[in-house]
């Protein structure tokens, strides 16, 4: 007589129609909260063909989520605004950088994933900052390793957002750094105050609140480049960076004096980054002496 072994199948329901149609097949034991918890986030912020959306969505197509560990907001002074001039946070494959100007290059706090290794080590680095205050999200836990903070900064953009017919438009961002009008009629000449829009054509942009005051009616769109405070510094198990990061190179190659500015420099590559090197050269030769 035959034996027969048992083999577990997934019976489908409602749920795997709608993962049908945002392109996430449930995994081998997962279960259906943990499924449903995937599809809510996919349809919240489908995925899209951009590199912010990649490093966002590769490990919740594999079924892993990101875990908020800092939340980094602006130090404010006793009119309400940032203390900094200019402030950016970057996490990059290697280091995280807090400038208090970024136009004008100044950096206030930089953080080596290297020589910081754990989630406490880069906490205890924020607590020190003047500009920026740090608290710790849900899901801190001081001995998670660091350089699986997600890849990513603080500027944000918004493209041609729609203004409603009035003398104040309220924008749904704070923190504005730049803004263009569609508009040349109404927006005419920028007021450093509210009380000089006079005449015709005179506008004055609260850039802290995200507010557009006007003399005339507001019609058009706008887009303006913002400054995402709070910004969520969040966990990721399934990191995706750029290849094209220059940080990369405190990775894959070894400190040498640089004869250019004296001082040590990622230049002699190491054995990760010959490996990594092979392998792409393997794929995409160069095609020397062809």
Request: charged share 25%; aromatic share 12%; hydrophobic share 35%.
């Amino acid at each position: 007589m035959g034996t027969y072994t048992p083999e577990e199948m997934l019976l489908p329901v409602g749920l795997d129609e709608a993962g049908l149609r945002l392109a996430l097949e449930r995994l081998p034991s997962e279960s259906l909260s943990v499924y449903r918890r995937r599809l809510l986030l996919e349809a919240r912020d489908p995925s899209d063909p951009t590199q912010s959306s990649l490093i966002k969505s590769t490990g919740r197509k594999v079924g892993n989520f990101e875990l908020p560990i800092f939340i980094i907001d602006l130090v404010k002074d006793s009119s309400g605004d940032p203390t900094a001039a200019d402030p950016y946070i970057e996490v990059t494959s290697t280091h995280m950088r807090l400038y208090n100007d970024k136009d004008a290059g100044t950096l206030e706090l930089e953080i080596a994933f290297a020589t910081s290794r754990w989630m406490l080590d880069v906490y205890n680095l924020l607590l020190t900052s003047t500009y920026f205050s740090v608290a710790t999200g849900d899901d801190y836990e001081p001995y998670k390793e660091s350089s699986s903070l997600r890849y990513e900064n603080s500027h944000a953009m918004t493209y041609e957002r729609q203004l409603f017919q009035s003398y104040q438009n309220s924008l749904p961002h704070s923190y504005l750094k730049e803004i263009w009008f569609s508009s040349l009629t109404a927006f005419q000449e920028e007021k450093a105050t509210q009380a000089e829009v006079l005449a015709d054509g005179d506008y004055f942009v609260d850039r802290t609140n995200g507010v557009v005051w006007s003399h005339s009616t507001q019609q058009g769109n706008c887009s303006y480049t913002y400054r995402k405070f709070p910004f969520t510094c969040c966990f990721q198990s399934v990191r995706v960076l750029p290849g094209n990061d220059p940080d990369l190179d405190y990775l894959h190659k070894d400190m040498l004096i640089s004869d250019e500015t004296g001082t040590e420099q990622p230049l002699l590559l190491n054995p990760l980054g010959a490996e990594l090197y092979n392998r792409v050269l393997v794929a995409h030769p160069l095609g020397w002496g062809e």
